[in-house]
Structures are given as C-alpha cells and as structure tokens.
C-alpha cells in the first residue's frame, strides 16, 4: 500500500471467495503504535459480536463516532521505572559475540518475508497439557521450541542465541485501561539459550522463570522503558545500521480467541497473527495465536536478506518434527 497522509494508520480487508460465499477472511491490519495484538483480538471478537446482531436490514451508511477522549498511551497512565544499571547498558552498544547467531546486521531497505505453520488441534492440545505437566507455560515451550529448531538449522559453529519475548502490562496499569481496551501496552524480556540435540523441559522451565522476572518488576527495565531517554529517536534508529542484531528471534504469543459464542450466523473460526519485518529488530519474527477451531498457528516474518534463503522452511520442519516427538513420547 503506497504511503497516503490523508489515510489513518489501519486497513481492514475482505478477502471473499465465489467457491465459498458462506464464509470470506477478515484481515485487520495497523500501526503497532496504535493497537497491540490484545487490541486486535478484541476488535475481531467486538466485530463479530456486532455481526451476531445483523438481522438482515440494510444498515446505515452513517456511524456516529464516540465522542469520549482517547485512552492515554503507556508512558500517560505509568511509570516505566529504570534503574541506572540497565539505563546503562541501553546506553552501550556491546556487538554479540562470534558464536551468538543474530542474521545479518541491521539494514535498510525493509522487504517483509512471511511464512505460517499450523498445529492440528490434536497437537495444540497436547503442547498445552504437556506444557502444565512439565510445570511451564505453553508461551516458554515455543520460545524454546523456536531456539532448538533455529540451532538444528545452524551451523555448528554458533552456540549461543537470544530470544525475547513480548509480554503484556495491562495488569500493571490504571483505569481506563482494561483486557480489551485498544492500544498498545507491552513490554519485553529477553533469554539466552545455548545449543542443546534437542527440545529441554528443563530450559522451558527456566524460559518460564525468565518471563515471570520480568514480569515481577512491573514493567521495569524494559526496553520501553527506555524509549523516554532517547532525545533523538531518529538519530537513535540511524545508529543501529550496519551494527550486528542482538536477538535471533521475537516471540509474541497472544493466546487464544475467546470461547465460541454459538447460535450465530457469523463466528469466528480459524485466526492468524503476523508483524511486519524491521530494519532494527530480531533476525526472526514468530507470532502465534490459537483460533475457535483449535490450532495454534504461528507467523514467521523476516526482512529479505537478512537470514539465508530457505531457513524459514527448514526451522519449520524441525518445529513441527520437534512438537510431533514430544506428542508421541508425551
């Protein structure tokens, strides 16, 4: 879509098929600074609520806008605290080392690569409960998952990888700020993972101890957190060119959809979640969301020529190969 100053920051599409008039995909696309993907999941299920409604009338071409102010940004409604120490550190630029895989360093232009893997409903349900008999989370299972498959399809040569992980601090915040409230409320934390033959519980373990850390400090010294400090963002972003990515892959699981509603003519069934690739970013972008229908589809996005042709494929493979084992021997 070319750029247009007169359009606001989010599409909303609707992909119909004349082999399939009963049903058609709805593809929401924004701004993160706009919506995180909480938001996005509440618009699809307010929106299908409202389709729920639809009784057959002809509706009015005339909506009439809420008049109330707009909910304040992050940084409006709290504190993002940030001690001098890790202030510090996001001050000084320290290059990964020769054995950290992190793609190629961060470049310009941005051309968004995209590829999706879906579990079966049967494989979904069984990560989920192997993930509560193993004491994790289903979230530390992926970021683990992830960094194994990424390691099988990496030369020997590189031993160590970073993970970071977005989590959401709508707990953290005030009114008017609630689970379905849209705007963009997320912060991050970050896992160092080292090459292991295989998938470890014992790594999902920790992975889940990692994110709860992070979690207990309230959004403290977390990169956003940061973001207040920056005098020049521009010249802050310019910077990062030419330097090495710290991360090999963002993990951003939103979850499942709400329960089905039933007795509707319009329902959600089937959803898929996906980010654009960045110039300053994780050399891997996997995004994952479970719909009504049960399956758990994962997004991989990555800037064009930042990791080698056909790797996707390949970390796909291992991923699905690597669930299916742990199904079976679960």
């Not at 729920?52 to 707009?70: C, H, K, M, R």
């Not at 054995?99 to 968004?112: E, H």
């Not at 690569?113 to 069984?126: C, G, H, V």
């Not at 990888?161 to 609630?178: H, I, M, N, W, Y």
């Amino acid at each position: 879509i070319e750029p247009n100053n007169s359009l606001p920051f989010w599409r909303l599409c609707v992909l119909e098929s004349s082999n399939c008039p009963t049903s058609f995909i709805l593809v929401l696309m924004f701004h993160h600074s706009l919506m995180d993907t909480k938001s996005a999941l509440s618009f699809h299920d307010e929106l299908e609520g409202y389709m729920a409604q639809y009784v057959g009338i002809e509706p009015s071409d005339t909506v009439n806008s809420p008049s109330g102010a707009l909910v304040p940004p992050l940084e409006g409604l709290y504190t993002l605290s940030v001690s001098q120490e890790f202030l510090q550190s996001q001050e000084k630029y320290s290059e990964p080392s020769a054995d950290n895989w992190t793609g190629a360093p961060q470049f310009t232009p941005v051309k968004t690569r995209f590829s999706s893997l879906w579990l079966s409903e049967a494989d979904t349900n069984a990560l989920i409960a192997l993930s509560k008999k193993e004491q994790t989370s289903v979230t530390a299972t992926l970021q683990v998952l992830v960094a194994t498959s990424i390691f099988s399809v990496l030369p020997s040569t590189y031993h160590t990888l970073q993970g970071d992980c977005a989590v959401s601090l709508r707990k953290f915040l005030p009114e008017p700020v609630t689970t379905t409230t849209l705007g963009c409320y997320v912060g991050s934390s970050s896992t160092t993972y080292r090459r292991k033959p295989s998938f470890d519980w014992n790594e999902a373990r920790r992975t889940k101890v990692a994110i709860e850390h992070a979690m207990a400090q309230k959004g403290g010294d977390m990169p956003v957190g940061y973001l207040a400090f920056i005098q020049n963002q521009h010249h802050w972003m310019l910077q990062k060119l030419g330097r090495k990515r710290m991360s090999a892959f963002e993990l951003s699981n939103v979850g499942a959809s709400s329960t089905l509603r039933g007795g509707s003519n319009f329902e959600i069934e089937s959803m898929l979640f996906s980010q654009s690739s960045s110039a300053c970013s994780a050399a891997i972008k996997v995004s994952a969301v479970t719909g009504r229908d049960g399956r758990l589809a994962l997004g991989f996005t990555w800037q064009e020529g930042a990791i080698e042709a056909g790797m996707i494929k390949e970390v796909k493979r291992a991923l699905k190969s690597e669930v299916e084992r742990l199904v079976v021997s679960g």
